[in-house]
């Protein structure tokens, strides 16, 4: 149980590209999805929480007109990254809460972005 | 001072061993505590979660928080090559708030 899965697991794309990155909570309905990104060898760094049907809240720093994120429902939340530069290659990772058992976070398999 | 300090190793350990994971943490209001494995290229995955201060166990897993002296740990007995990974504590202060991570140690058993 608790499987969160991610599409695609790797993109390719040029600079000034937009980008959509889905998240599914499938075994489960997600209360909330978070989205993360995470550098080499570093850790998490949370970017933003999302409810379904309310407006994301981002965390300090992460520009939410660059990171568009939609959560229409509760399996599905999207990042989008517009207008992609290189220095937005990372590793974006979701992950789900159920509500349940200290509304604990499962994390999906990750999206690798590499921007040229 | 990050909220939660983890030593990144990398550490290195023969198959079978006793492996210690640590971190600390500087906020008192976290409650809950989590580890997580994460492979290569993957997704973290949740090992275990402790509420407050404790032990927990779980097969080969042993979790501890000593929220006197902010000092979480994981313990692997009987350690296996298939063990190797990163492993990332975590904390947050309510039920639903948000995860703080650290850096992650990256492990290594080797047969």
């Known amino acids: 149980g608790a499987v969160v899965s991610q599409h695609p697991s790797w993109v390719i794309c040029k600079s000034g590209t937009s980008v959509k990155i889905e998240c599914r909570s499938l075994d489960f309905q997600a209360t909330t999805m978070f989205w993360y990104r995470q550098f080499p060898k570093q850790s998490l760094m949370l970017m933003a929480t999302s409810n379904e049907g309310s407006k994301a809240t981002y965390e300090q720093g992460v520009e939410k007109d660059k990171f568009l994120i939609n959560h229409a429902s509760l399996t599905l939340s999207t990042l989008t990254v517009t207008s992609a530069h290189p220095e937005d290659s990372s590793f974006y990772i979701c992950?789900?809460?159920?509500?349940?058992?200290?509304?604990?976070?499962?994390f999906g398999p990750g999206t690798r972005l590499t921007v040229l | 001072q990050k909220e939660v300090e983890q030593d990144p190793g990398p550490l290195s350990v023969p198959e079978g061993a006793i492996v210690s994971l640590n971190c600390t943490y500087s906020n008192s209001a976290f409650q809950y505590f989590m580890w997580y494995r994460q492979y290569s290229r993957k997704g973290p995955e949740l090992l275990m979660y402790?509420?407050?201060?404790g032990n927990k166990e779980d097969g080969r897993f042993t979790a501890q928080v000593d929220k006197s002296s902010k000092y979480i740990s994981l313990f692997i007995r009987d350690s296996q090559p298939s063990d190797s990974a990163t492993y990332l504590c975590a904390s947050k202060g309510t039920s639903y708030g948000k995860l703080t991570f650290g850096q992650g140690t990256i492990l290594t058993v080797h047969p």
């Open positions: 992950s789900a809460s159920t509500g349940m058992e200290a509304d604990t976070q499962y």
């Open positions: 402790t509420y407050s201060s």
